[in-house]
């Protein structure tokens, strides 16, 4: 499903079921050693689902550890992005002279909880959520732009190093295309040397009970 989101360049593997009794590869353990049982199975069976999309550019099985702020680390010239929600995990990766900004994210297509979208949309965003939710109400837009953002900053941090909270990104969504961008509300300078970040363009699927989301940029 992710793979229509995404470039030729970036290899993607995705699950909708966990390996029972999977154990956690060796050198991860003590990154769930807390967690309840379904944190472990999400994280297990997402990590092998980054582990395989590294396969494919040559790279040995090995521990993918956490940096400071808990991003997954990658192998070194090569950037990813992981998620995981009920039903669903995932992982992309991608060679970084292909592809410097790399996000994805998954939810549920389901109401967000009572009150989040007060706090993650900006002035013009609830306007727009209630023009999609009547045009195509098939989808639960705040959710989706919720992963949207999500994506976005997944895309966002590894090349600025900065949080970016939902009230710094404003979205604007084409339903029939299945696209979105996001205009940035702060300073987007990166600390690769790349040029500051001003819009992110990413897009969306919605099918299987499932929302993904996915911003792919140089």
Known sequence: MIEALLPPTVVAVEEFEDVPGEAPFPGEEDLIDKAVEGRRREFITARRCARAALRAFGHPDAPIRPGP????????????SITHCAGYRAAAVARTVDASLLGIDAEP?????????????????????????????????????????????????????RWLGFEEARLAIDPDRGTFAATLLVDGSRVDGGAPLSVLHGRFVADRGLLVTAVVAS
């Open 69 to 80: 702020k808990r991003e997954p680390r990658w192998p070194a010239g090569m950037t990813g």
């Open 109 to 161: 297509n389901g109401p967000l909880p009572d009150g989040v979208a007060l706090s993650i949309t900006v002035p013009g965003e609830p306007e727009m959520l209630d023009r999609l939710a009547r045009s195509h109400p098939d989808v639960q837009w705040g959710r989706l732009l919720f992963s949207a953002k999500e994506s976005v900053y997944k895309a966002w941090f590894p090349v600025t190093r």
